[in-house]
C-alpha cells in the first residue's frame, strides 16, 4: 500500500475511534471524521464507502489481531486446555484493551455484545473445532449440542470484557485475566467435560 494512503488510512482510523468513543457510532458524521482527520469528504469517500464501512475494517483488524494471540500461544495439548497459556494470552488482550482505551470504547459501543459474541464464536470455533469434536458433553445422559457450550463459554468472556471496559479501575488486567480463568477452569470447563491442565496456575 502507498505510504501515503496508509497514513491517511491511519489518521481517518484514529479521529473515527476517538470520536465514537466520545459520541457514540450513530452520532458520528462523516464530517465529523473528515474535520478530526484534517481531511476533506471526498477524501474520506476515497477510502471507505461510509462509516459502517470503516468500522468493521476497523474490527476485523482488532479481531485478527486476537486470532493471532491464540495462533501463537500453545493453549491446546493432547486435548487438554493449558490454563496458564489461556491465563497469559488473555492478559496480553485486556493489556492491549487498557493501552487504547478509545479503541476499547468505540468497539463496545459501536456494536452490540451479540456482534461481538458472534465474532468471537467464530474465532474459538475455528482454532479448536478439533478439540471440540472430541467431546460428548452430556446431562443426565442428553448429549449437550457443542454449539451451545460455545456460545455458553463465549458469553461469559463478552459479558466480562464488555463490564470490565467500563469499570477498568476496578481490576487489572492480570487480575481480570486471572478471576476469568478461574471461575471457567474451576467449575465450567470441566462439568461440561473438558480436560484441564492447570500447569503452575
Known amino acids: 500500500m502507498d505510504l501515503r494512503i496508509r497514513r491517511t488510512n491511519q489518521h481517518i482510523n484514529k ?13 458520528v458524521t462523516i464530517q465529523d ?12 469517500y476515497a477510502h471507505y464507502k461510509d462509516k459502517q464501512d470503516l ?17 501463537n500461544g500453545a493453549v ?4 487438554n486446555l493449558e490454563i496458564e497459556q489461556i491465563k497469559k494470552i488473555l492478559t496480553q488482550f485486556y493489556k492491549y484493551l487498557k493501552d487504547h482505551p478509545d479503541l476499547a ?8 455484545k451479540e456482534i461481538l459474541t458472534e465474532k ?25 449440542p457443542i454449539d451451545f457450550v460455545s456460545a455458553y463459554l463465549t458469553g461469559i468472556f463478552v459479558g466480562t470484557l464488555v463490564w470490565w471496559v467500563e469499570n ?12 476469568v480463568i478461574t471461575l471457567i477452569s474451576n467449575g465450567h470447563l470441566t462439568v461440561i467435560g473438558i480436560n484441564v491442565n492447570h500447569g503452575q496456575f
Open 120 to 144: 468471537f464464536l467464530s474465532i474459538l470455533k475455528e482454532q479448536y473445532s478439533d478439540l471440540f469434536q472430541t467431546l460428548e458433553v452430556k446431562n443426565n445422559d442428553t448429549i449437550v
Open 76 to 79: 491446546v495439548s493432547e486435548n
Open 15 to 27: 479521529a473515527f475511534i476517538k470520536l465514537v468513543a466520545q459520541k457514540g457510532f450513530d452520532k
Open 55 to 71: 468500522f468493521d475494517q476497523i474490527l476485523a483488524g482488532f479481531m485478527q489481531n486476537f486470532t493471532k494471540l491464540l495462533q
Open 168 to 179: 477498568q479501575d476496578k481490576l487489572t488486567p492480570e487480575k481480570l485475566a486471572n478471576l
Open 105 to 112: 470504547q468505540a468497539l463496545i459501543h459501536g456494536v452490540t
Open 33 to 44: 471524521i473528515a474535520s478530526e482527520a484534517m481531511i476533506n469528504r471526498a477524501t474520506f
